[in-house]
């Protein structure tokens, strides 16, 4: 009887593989994937887990996500990956991944360097 020595790779390995690939997207300049529904109806849901009312209706919600995304194409390709990766990275820590979040945390990050680069060139040298 001949063995074989050839390895397939675990099922383990390859759902690491697939989760390295969605984390590692905003290195290589690519805006997140996200399903606008899916976020929208999560958010709906936990309204009604916390018994509250929810901020807007699903329907709302989604015309929200799709215009930050079309807003957040552009300005995604143009930001430095370093600000990139720390929006993303705090809006998946926070449970929260949506175009709106991504959107506002790059013009927040936008908004503070060019107020720290106005700050600068007012300094006496």
């Known amino acids: 009887m001949k063995q074989t ?11 690491f593989a697939a989760l390295l690939s969605l ?4 290195a290589f300049g690519r805006e997140p994937e996200l399903n606008i ?3 929208c109806n999560s958010r709906a849901t936990d309204a009604k887990l916390l018994q509250s009312t929810p901020d807007q209706s699903i329907a709302d919600c989604i015309h929200d996500e799709e215009a930050a995304k079309g807003e957040l194409g552009p300005l995604w390709t143009s930001t430095s990956a370093p600000i990139r990766n720390r929006c993303e990275t705090d ?3 926070l449970g929260t ?15 503070m360097k ?3 680069m106005k700050s600068d060139s007012k300094k006496p040298r």
């Not at 991944?97 to 908004?111: A, G, K, N, V």
């Open 91 to 93: 809006a998946r820590s």
């Open 5 to 15: 020595t050839e390895m397939k790779p675990a099922p383990v390995l390859l759902a």
């Open 114 to 116: 060019s107020d720290s």
């Open 23 to 26: 984390l590692a997207s905003p």
């Open 97 to 111: 991944t949506s175009y709106l979040d991504l959107l506002t945390c790059i013009q927040m990050e936008e908004e």
């Open 37 to 39: 529904k899916t976020i």
